[in-house]
C-alpha cells in the first residue's frame, strides 16, 4: 500500500515509509510488511481532524500573526479549540478584516474537517 501511495503522489517511499513509522509511533496507523501487508487508520477518523495532523507534523501553528509577515498587526483570532483571546488594539492595515476572515475560514476548515470527510471525497482512500 506504501508503494502505490508513493507512486500516486510522488513521495518518494523511503520518506514516506518514515512518515508511516511515525505515525504508527503516534497510535494512528499500524502497519504490516509482506504480501499482504499494507496501512489501516485504527484512530477514529471521525475524530481526528486536519488540524491534529498538521499540528503532529509541523507543530503548532500561530495563525495571529499577519499573513503578509507584519508583526505589528497585534491580531489574535480564535484558535481551533474555540478559545478565544482580544486584540488590545486594532490594526490599521486596509486589508486586517479580510485577512482575518480569510484566516478564521482557514482554521474553521482545518479544525472541523475530520479525516473521515476527507476520505470520502479522496479516490486515493477508495482503493
Known sequence: MIKSISEHTNIPHPFLSKIFQKLAAKKWIISKK???????????????????????SDGVKDFSQ????????????????????YPEKQSNCIL????????????????????????EHNSLFRQ
Open 66 to 85: 499577519c499573513i503578509f509577515g507584519d508583526r505589528e498587526c497585534g491580531d489574535i483570532i480564535p484558535k481551533h479549540d474555540n478559545s478565544v483571546w
Open 34 to 56: 509482506g504480501k499482504r501487508g499494507g496501512v489501516k487508520l485504527i484512530a477514529d477518523s471521525s475524530k481526528l481532524t486536519l488540524m491534529d495532523i498538521i499540528e503532529w
Open 96 to 119: 486586517y478584516d479580510k485577512c482575518n476572515r480569510f484566516k478564521a475560514a482557514i482554521i474553521d476548515f482545518f479544525s472541523n474537517t475530520t479525516i473521515s470527510e476527507f476520505k
